[in-house]
T-cell receptor, first 110, second 113 residues
Framework: GENVEQHPSTLSVQEGDSAVIKCTYS??????FPWYKQELGKRPQLIID?????GEKKDQRIAVTLNKTAKHFSLHITETQPEDSAVYFC?????????FGTGTRLQVFP | DSGVTQTPKHLITATGQRVTLRCSPR?????VYWYQQSLDQGLQFLIH???????AKGNILERFSAQQFPDLHSELNLSSLELGDSALYFC????????????FGSGTRLTVV
């Protein structure tokens, strides 16, 4: 089955800096890769997603890149703000279910 | 409000007991997924239902079972509860299987004492 690895597990950045979170997946048949943001005690919320026929997608300060050959995808957050502090999960579709990475705790310091 | 409703929000129960968690998907969504999130852990897939039929099982214990009813709401039954079952249980729904982002409910926090 699909296995998704996510790095780093924690990331601390200064406000205004960029943050990058990387994920790799094992099943070459996976074709949909969403990213979720989860604040403490809250539900995961979809922030951006990418499909396998696209190499890059951007939404304001957030971008995701996908390298199908290497089977990895990354989340890029620019101009980070304190409200970006949360746990971020990557995921990959395996047949009909999402398999999640282990999460990255991002802390943005003012 | 995400449109996915989970009840109850909190549940405290003793070891050995049985509980039922309920999920109502967003209007129009046919797929329901259950995930378990233990403290500071990731989201572990438990089970998926589509239009009343079980579609996939993850690392779901034999003490756990689920079903999706004709009105598309789903219930997750946890029995012979152990301390280690304490976790946040999330339900998510999507329009159809596969390539769509899930919408998560607010979760049920289960504490087994």
């Amino acid at each position: 089955g699909e296995n998704v690895e996510q790095h780093p597990s924690t990331l601390s950045v200064q406000e205004g800096d960029s943050a990058v979170i990387k994920c790799t997946y094992s099943d070459s048949a996976s074709n949909y890769f969403p990213w979720y943001k989860q604040e403490l005690g809250k539900r995961p919320q979809l922030i951006i997603d990418i499909r396998s026929n696209v190499g890059e997608k951007k939404d304001q300060r957030i971008a995701v890149t996908l390298n199908k050959t290497a089977k990895h995808f990354s989340l890029h957050i620019t101009e980070t703000q304190p409200e970006d502090s949360a746990v971020y999960f990557c995921a990959a579709i395996n047949t009909d279910k999402l398999i999640f990475g282990t999460g990255t705790r991002l802390q943005v310091f003012p | 409000d995400s449109g996915v409703t989970q009840t109850p929000k909190h549940l405290i129960t003793a070891t050995g007991q049985r509980v039922t968690l309920r999920c109502s998907p967003r209007s129009g969504d046919l797929s329901v997924y259950w995930y378990q999130q233990s403290l500071d852990q990731g989201l572990q897939f438990l089970i998926h239902y589509y239009n009343g039929e079980e579609r996939a099982k993850g690392n779901i214990l034999e003490r756990f079972s689920a079903q999706q009813f004709p009105d598309l709401h789903s219930e997750l039954n946890l029995s012979s509860l152990e301390l280690g079952d304490s976790a946040l249980y999330f339900c998510a729904s999507s329009v159809e299987e596969g390539n769509y982002g899930y919408t998560f409910g607010s979760g049920t926090r289960l504490t087994v004492v």
